[in-house]
């Protein structure tokens, strides 16, 4: 009988226990949400390492396009060097019949030069460079070197100023796709000239004052860089102008006039 008592017992609390109502389990103390100061200092790391981010893989990317023109500009400067060890002289470059009568160049020099080059001047600063182009592809010493010049840089259009001819369709351009100038030294100084010389026996050009003393008789080619601008190095030290050929890119070392 007792024992029957304690199993019914037992079985009472069984399903008193089974039917309990679950409790939850104490929170602890210390567990709590950010707060808005938090969030804010997170969001902010977070803008901070995209904008660090965004500036590397630009100064990167910028440092690719500056390196890719000065290549560029070393092919030219290659090229050049092709053409008149198989020409055996250099490109003539002046005004036509000066100063001897009879006397023709196959590079026109520019006057005045105006600064930015473009369709606003009808290309005239461009011109130079086109027809030398032209001129280089003319010797295989010139041609073989313009090969290796990414094709890019170097295409062919039809430019609507002056009319198109075969001189003017070879185009080149620099990473920033801005057009490839050619600074000539001037033609060779002549007993009587009353024009400044160089060392170099040659009389010193506009273009030369402007966009960079040519040395040694040997042909320039300027990219405007990253900021597509030649600038005027003939222009006061302190001037805009002056400081807009900052970051232009030579194909040898400027000596500013």
């Not at 473009?118 to 032209?134: D, H, V, W």
Request: net charge negative; proline share 7%.
């Amino acid at each position: 009988m007792r024992s029957e008592v304690r199993d019914r017992r037992s079985e009472v609390s069984r399903r008193r226990a089974e039917v309990r109502p679950a409790t939850l389990a104490p929170s602890h103390p210390n567990t709590r949400g950010f707060t808005l100061i938090e969030m804010i200092v997170v969001i902010a790391i977070i803008i901070l390492l995209v904008s660090l981010t965004i500036g590397l893989i630009t100064t990167l990317h910028r440092g690719a396009e500056t390196r890719s023109t000065e290549n560029e500009l070393k092919l030219l400067d290659l090229a050049y060097e092709g053409w008149k060890r198989d020409s055996e002289r250099e490109i003539s470059y002046g005004i036509d019949n000066s100063p001897q009568i009879g006397v023709v160049y196959e590079i026109q020099q520019t006057i005045p030069v105006v600064e930015p080059p473009g369709p606003s001047n009808g290309f005239a600063e461009f011109i130079p460079m086109r027809r030398t182009l032209s001129i280089l592809n003319r010797t295989e010493g010139g041609k073989s070197t313009l090969r290796n010049m990414h094709s890019n840089l170097l295409v062919n259009f039809t430019p609507a100023l002056p009319p198109p001819n075969a001189d003017l369709k070879n185009r080149l351009v620099d990473a920033w796709e801005t057009e490839i100038i050619v600074v000539f030294p001037g033609r060779t100084r002549v007993a009587g000239d009353i024009a400044t010389g160089d060392e170099d026996g040659t009389i010193r050009t506009q273009f030369e004052d402007v966009f960079g003393v040519c040395e040694n008789r040997r042909a320039r080619f300027v990219s405007a860089g990253p900021d597509g601008r030649l600038g005027d190095l003939s222009a006061p030290a302190t001037s805009p102008a002056h400081h807009a050929a900052d970051d232009n890119i030579y194909s040898y070392p400027l000596e500013e006039p």
